[in-house]
Nanobody, 124 residues
Framework: QVHVVESGGGLVQAGGSLRVSCVASGVTLSTVGMGWFRQASGREREFVAAINRSGTSADYADSVKGRFTISRDNAKNTVYLQMNSLKPEDTAVYYC?????????????????WGQGTQVTVSS
């Protein structure tokens, strides 16, 4: 059974940086794509970033492009999201999930193994 656990969230000031991690189990990470999503209070969950199985291609939401970087370490079954120049509007619970396809994608219904998420709070 595919399962992920997110970690690394916390409280940071605007303009600061934070890296969140996602460890996957029940799957060989090198065979699947991965994605990060977020859900702010009172809002729907939205796409943030995705990476293909080899780590050679990535996709980002316009709101985070140039500030966030998704990466992966297949040997550790771990995916990372490096977040720089954080803004208060980045405050949300961040989730990662597995995309069992070769191509990148933003649709949540194409992802499985959702974790409990990690809270990121950016103070102004």
């Amino acid at each position: 059974q595919v399962h992920v656990v997110e970690s690394g969230g916390g409280l940071v000031q605007a303009g600061g940086s934070l890296r969140v991690s996602c460890v996957a189990s029940g799957v060989t990470l090198s065979t699947v794509g991965m994605g990060w999503f977020r859900q702010a209070s009172g809002r729907e969950r939205e796409f943030v970033a995705a990476i293909n199985r080899s780590g050679t291609s990535a996709d980002y939401a316009d709101s985070v492009k140039g500030r966030f970087t998704i990466s992966r370490d297949n040997a550790k079954n771990t995916v990372y999201l490096q977040m720089n120049s954080l803004k208060p509007e980045d405050t949300a619970v961040y989730y990662c999930a597995v995309r069992p396809f070769a191509t990148l994608g933003q649709r949540q219904r194409d992802y499985i193994g959702w974790g409990q998420g990690t809270q990121v709070t950016v103070s102004s």
